[in-house]
């Protein structure tokens, strides 16, 4: 399917979806592969994510949904609501120079050297090398109003290691709390050879996420994982899911982490931005890219800051 058809149907799905928001026990409604026993399969549907699954016979008339909706399927997903993948234990190794796929905190946890996220990427914007992560990861819930007059030019990011300063970059101003993205200025050398640890290759533009293309992210944590789009929240079209039936995904530390499609070209081109996953490790929820940079381009538009 091409992405323009795959477009097409996505405004559609978000068009039938408006109907059931607000539906009780519902998190989030999709437009992704329909999931038989666990297994994805190739037909696309519109997925209703639950808090809990019942059996039929034991739903009120009301609360069954139906089989189709539109010209799409219906599936009904279980208890997919992410959480937040940040960690608190040791951390394990050192990567230098900077690159993408490492662990790193900022000083507002100071009083807690083992809580830490993943720095994503790296990536020039103006005149900067940027590292990426999410806003939860240097900020916690903090108040972007805190932020921008309290953080922003001050806070300080470390790659985390335990007993030493290493001061890594600095807070910037291009951060979004809903989009769960944050910035800071690299002030350290950084890999001009390879992006992503443990993943060949530089990173070139951001590509949109299309359901079923394969990805791949490396994680503080779990280290390069694997996993396939089956789905794009047609609530907050800036999310996707990612899922796999087989194996990890993600786990607490991998907060930040990009997940980027390599396509054979030794030229890994970032899809979205992780930053929760589930109880059970083959899933994981992500930003895209597409709505991270559009955010940041309206933002130096309208205040050309960054730090």
Not at 42 to 61: G, H, M, P, S, Y
Not at 70 to 82: E, H, Y
């Amino acid at each position: 399917m091409k992405l323009r058809e795959e477009q097409k149907l996505f405004k559609e799905a978000q068009g039938l979806a408006r109907q059931f928001v607000g539906h009780k026990g519902v998190n989030d409604i999709e437009l992704g592969l329909k999931q038989i026993n666990g297994e994805l399969t190739d037909e696309i549907a519109i997925r209703f994510n639950v808090t809990k699954k019942k059996e039929e016979k034991k739903l009120k008339k009301s609360e069954i949904f139906p089989r189709k909706v539109g010209r799409f399927a219906t599936d009904v997903l279980q208890n997919q609501t992410a959480t937040l993948q940040t960690r608190n234990e040791n951390p394990r190794s050192i990567v230098q120079p900077i690159m993408g796929g490492i662990q790193i905190q900022s000083s507002l946890y100071g009083t807690s050297p083992n809580y830490w996220g993943t720095m994503g990427c790296l990536f020039r914007i103006q005149n900067d090398i940027l590292g990426f992560t999410n806003y939860h990861v240097l900020y916690g819930k903090t108040d972007p109003s805190i932020v921008l007059s309290d953080y922003v030019g001050k806070l300080k990011i470390f790659q985390n290691l335990n007993g030493t300063d290493n001061k890594i970059g600095i807070a910037s101003s291009l951060f979004n709390q809903n989009l769960d993205y944050a910035t800071f200025v690299i002030q350290v050398p950084y890999d001009e050879l390879q992006s992503i640890n443990r993943i060949e290759g530089l990173l070139e533009s951001y590509v949109y996420p299309r359901i079923n293309m394969q990805v791949l992210k490396s994680g503080a944590k779990t280290g390069v994982t694997y996993g396939i789009i089956d789905g794009r929240s047609c609530i907050d079209c800036s999310e996707i899911s990612i899922y796999n039936p087989t194996s990890a995904v993600s786990d607490k530390g991998d907060s930040g982490s990009v997940w980027m499609l390599n396509d054979g070209t030794n030229i890994p081109k970032p899809v979205a931005l992780h930053y929760g996953g589930g109880e059970t490790n083959k899933w994981a929820k992500a930003k895209t890219f597409a709505s991270i940079f559009a955010s940041i381009r309206n933002k130096i538009n309208n205040q050309n800051l960054m730090v």
